[in-house]
């Protein structure tokens, strides 16, 4: 990398806190990376955020055009303390990691023997057509942006992607996106980049971790609250103006904590809404309005959009997190996202790496016949997927490669759900699945240039003959 090149590279560390709260130990966070757009200068040096999240967010360049900055990788941090990974590419070493099997199959594989999901008036198959796409099972990725969004690496495999999803983190006036590019214009570089490329945009909302996860003051304090509404709000205009449709999934973890504190309840968890959203005045200011307001915006301000929340497999039990995300606006949405594992499990086997010091066993059995398997996890998916009547998409898989060998290196650690899901789409739809979006969610992790061509291959033979949904 040259200096000028390297002058035009910003880099935003987002610290995720680990979720401490969870009795189990082997839960998920998510590594956050928003990227802002450089417009020709880079901005200043990064913002540190308060609060026990701690991560920072980058000031974004001049906004004049231009193409996104790579993402840097947040961090797993453990009781309560912060691990930023270092920032700069998550894209490791341009070396070929070795592979024990290549997840190249077109994606027909066995049945699990479930029936067909039941998702009410919101089908995988009518999301899919109001996306605009054909009614198959969509495949996308993110967390994988570049100085040139025309080498963003969903856009270098020579198939044309479904979804490719970016983080949109921090507030306005502290280093989040809306600073990145002029009047929040960063929505819409990555819009109009993936437009170009025939894949609809995806963004994973991170606002509400802007001074730490799962921190309920932010929600009754006036100022932390003016600049979320104002992100909401000017997220959903930029939106708007691209005028197409586009992805919006809110807030990853966040219900899951707030499910957690409150037993359930969103009415024993106050926040700010009426003085802030004129649209959202008859809502009740607590998590349920919160949820119910974020769709309102949604639904008035940008009518192409597609919404949804996420549900965490660690907050409870699958009926009572469909309770808990009904009673929050998840009735009202259009999909709901899960997540498998945010990172490779064998980064948490090797328990070198700072990013992955969780306990617990991650890589599943793909014989479906020892715990943890692949099937468990789709009967708690499709529990999600059938009570909230949404259509599923799984975000953020890790790319690793399956091995007989436990952990693996920077760069190489194993996995095996890409092997698996490609090779048993069929049972993901079974379980009401609308789609799959793959990404790194810490530093250090496989990816598609450290994969052995694993994640190219499986992508390249699907779109040859891809899934229909029912």
Do not use: Q
């Given at each position: 990398m040259t200096n000028d090149w390297a002058r035009r590279w910003l880099l935003v560390i987002w610290g995720v806190s680990a979720l401490a709260s969870c009795s189990s130990g082997d839960d998920d966070s998510d590594g956050a990376a928003g990227m802002p757009a450089a417009g020709g200068t880079s901005g200043g040096s990064a913002g540190t955020s308060g609060g026990g999240g701690g991560g920072s967010a980058g000031k974004g360049g001049s906004g004049s055009g231009g193409s996104s900055a790579k993402a840097g990788t947040g961090g797993d941090a453990q009781g309560g303390t912060d691990s930023g990974a270092t920032g700069g590419s998550t894209s490791g070493s341009?070396?070929?990691?070795?592979?024990?099997?290549?997840?190249?199959?077109?994606?027909?594989?066995?049945?699990s023997g479930k029936g067909g999901s039941s998702t009410g008036s919101s089908s995988a198959a009518e999301v899919a057509t109001k996306l605009g796409r054909e009614a198959n099972f969509l495949i996308g990725m993110g967390n994988d942006l570049n100085n040139d969004n025309d080498q963003d690496g969903a856009y270098t495999l020579g198939v044309t992607m479904d979804m490719h999803y970016a983080y949109?983190?921090?507030?306005?006036?502290?280093?989040?996106?809306?600073?990145?590019?002029?009047?929040?214009?960063?929505?819409?570089?990555?819009?109009?980049?993936?437009?170009?490329?025939?894949?609809?945009?995806?963004?994973?909302?991170?606002?509400?971790?802007?001074?730490?996860e799962g921190n309920p003051a932010v929600l009754t304090d006036p100022d932390y609250m003016t600049k979320y509404w104002a992100q909401e709000r000017l997220m959903y205009e930029r939106l708007a103006i691209f005028g197409k449709p586009a992805i919006v999934h809110h807030e990853p973890d966040f219900w899951g904590f707030y499910q957690q504190q409150t037993g359930g309840d969103p009415a024993k968890q106050q926040v700010l809404i009426h003085d802030y959203v004129a649209e959202c005045a008859d809502e009740p200011e607590d998590l349920s309005g919160l949820g119910h307001c974020i769709v309102k915006l949604s639904r008035s301000i940008a009518p192409k959009v597609i919404v949804g929340f996420h549900a965490s497999e660690w907050a409870g039990s699958p009926s009572d997190t469909v309770k808990f995300l009904n009673a929050c606006g998840a009735d009202q949405s259009d999909f709901i996202a899960i997540d498998m594992l945010d990172r490779d499990a064998g980064c948490f086997e090797?328990?070198?790496?700072?990013n992955c010091m969780r306990g617990g066993t991650f890589y599943w059995d793909e014989t479906n016949q020892t715990s943890p398997n692949f099937h468990e996890f789709l009967d708690y998916s499709q529990q999600i997927g059938d009570g909230l009547k949404k259509p599923i998409i799984w975000w953020q898989i890790p790319f690793g490669v399956p091995s007989d060998t436990p952990g693996g290196t920077a760069g190489h650690y194993r996995d095996n759900r890409v092997h698996y899901i490609f090779s048993h789409i069929d049972e993901f739809i079974d379980a009401g699945g609308l789609g799959t979006a793959f990404g790194t969610g810490a530093g250090n992790q496989t990816d598609i240039t450290t994969d052995g061509g694993q994640f190219q291959d499986a992508v390249t033979a699907y779109f040859a003959d891809p899934a229909p949904l029912p």
């Open positions: 341009s070396g070929k990691g070795g592979s024990s099997g290549k997840g190249g199959s077109s994606g027909k594989g066995g049945s949109l983190v921090g507030l306005p006036g502290e280093g989040g996106w809306p600073d990145w590019n002029a009047d929040g214009s960063f929505v819409n570089i990555l819009a109009d980049s993936a437009d170009a490329h025939g894949t609809t945009p995806m963004y994973t909302v991170y606002g509400m971790a802007a001074h730490g090797a328990a070198k790496d700072p």
